[in-house]
Every structure is written in structure tokens, then in C-alpha cells.
């Protein structure tokens, strides 16, 4: 099995800048692709950012250029640097991984989620 645990949400202006992070821990074998979603009231949970165990990215279109995702494969770790933050940016944000775990196998794994909150 896998956990991963979230840091890094909180308050903030608009304009200002949060970085989130998720460490996976557990018996893992290795990671594929890592992201983040967010989830606002009343809206679907949306793709944010996603890396690649080689480093290849991708982004939704609302957040390019003021988002950047990025991994530490030797601490299982991924981060999300979040610059130029509009109130629309807020939600909670989930860390997701696809993990492939001692016993369990292969499988997607998600935190438990970290809010993010942007006043205007």
C-alpha cells in the first residue's frame, strides 16, 4: 500500500504565490506519473498539472504559465509552485499518483486534499 500526504494550502492575495507538496510513503516499488487536480464547490474535479516519472508535463490551460509542477523521484515527492494566484484558483487540491506498490500492485493513489483559498 501507498499514502500520500499533502502540505502547503492555505490563504493567500490575489497575485501572491503558494507551492504545495505530496510525499508518497508506503512500500513502493517506483512511481509513474504524478499530478494535481482540483476540485472548486459546485464543479467537477479538474486536471491541474501532471509530471511524468521523466519529467515530461502537462498543464491545463488556465493555470500555463503561472503554475509549475515538478518531482524529486528520490523523496516521492512532487510539487506544485502556484505564481500569479486568481480567486478562481481556488479549491481544494488533491495530489494523485499512479504507484506500483509491494503486494498491491499497480494503482492510483490520491491524497486527501488541501485547500487553497484566494482572496481578491
Known amino acids: 500500500q501507498a499514502q500520500l500526504v499533502e502540505s502547503g494550502g492555505g490563504l493567500v492575495q490575489a497575485g501572491g504565490s503558494l507551492r504545495l507538496s505530496c510525499k508518497a510513503s508506503?512500500?513502493?516499488?517506483?512511481?509513474?506519473?504524478m499530478g494535481w487536480y482540483r476540485q472548486a464547490p459546485g464543479k467537477q474535479r479538474e486536471l491541474v498539472a501532471a509530471?511524468?516519472?521523466?519529467?515530461?508535463?502537462n498543464y491545463a490551460d488556465s493555470v500555463k504559465g503561472r503554475f509549475t509542477i515538478s518531482r524529486d523521484n528520490a523523496k516521492n515527492t512532487v510539487y506544485l509552485q502556484m505564481n500569479s494566484l486568481k480567486p478562481e484558483d481556488t479549491a481544494v487540491y488533491y495530489c494523485?499518483?499512479?504507484?506500483?506498490?509491494?503486494?498491491?500492485?499497480?494503482?492510483?493513489?490520491w491524497g486527501r486534499g488541501t485547500q487553497v483559498t484566494v482572496s481578491s
Open positions: 494523485n499518483a499512479f504507484v506500483d506498490a509491494v503486494v498491491v500492485g499497480k494503482k492510483a493513489y
Open positions: 509530471v511524468t516519472s521523466g519529467g515530461s508535463t
Open positions: 508506503g512500500s513502493i516499488f517506483s512511481i509513474n506519473a
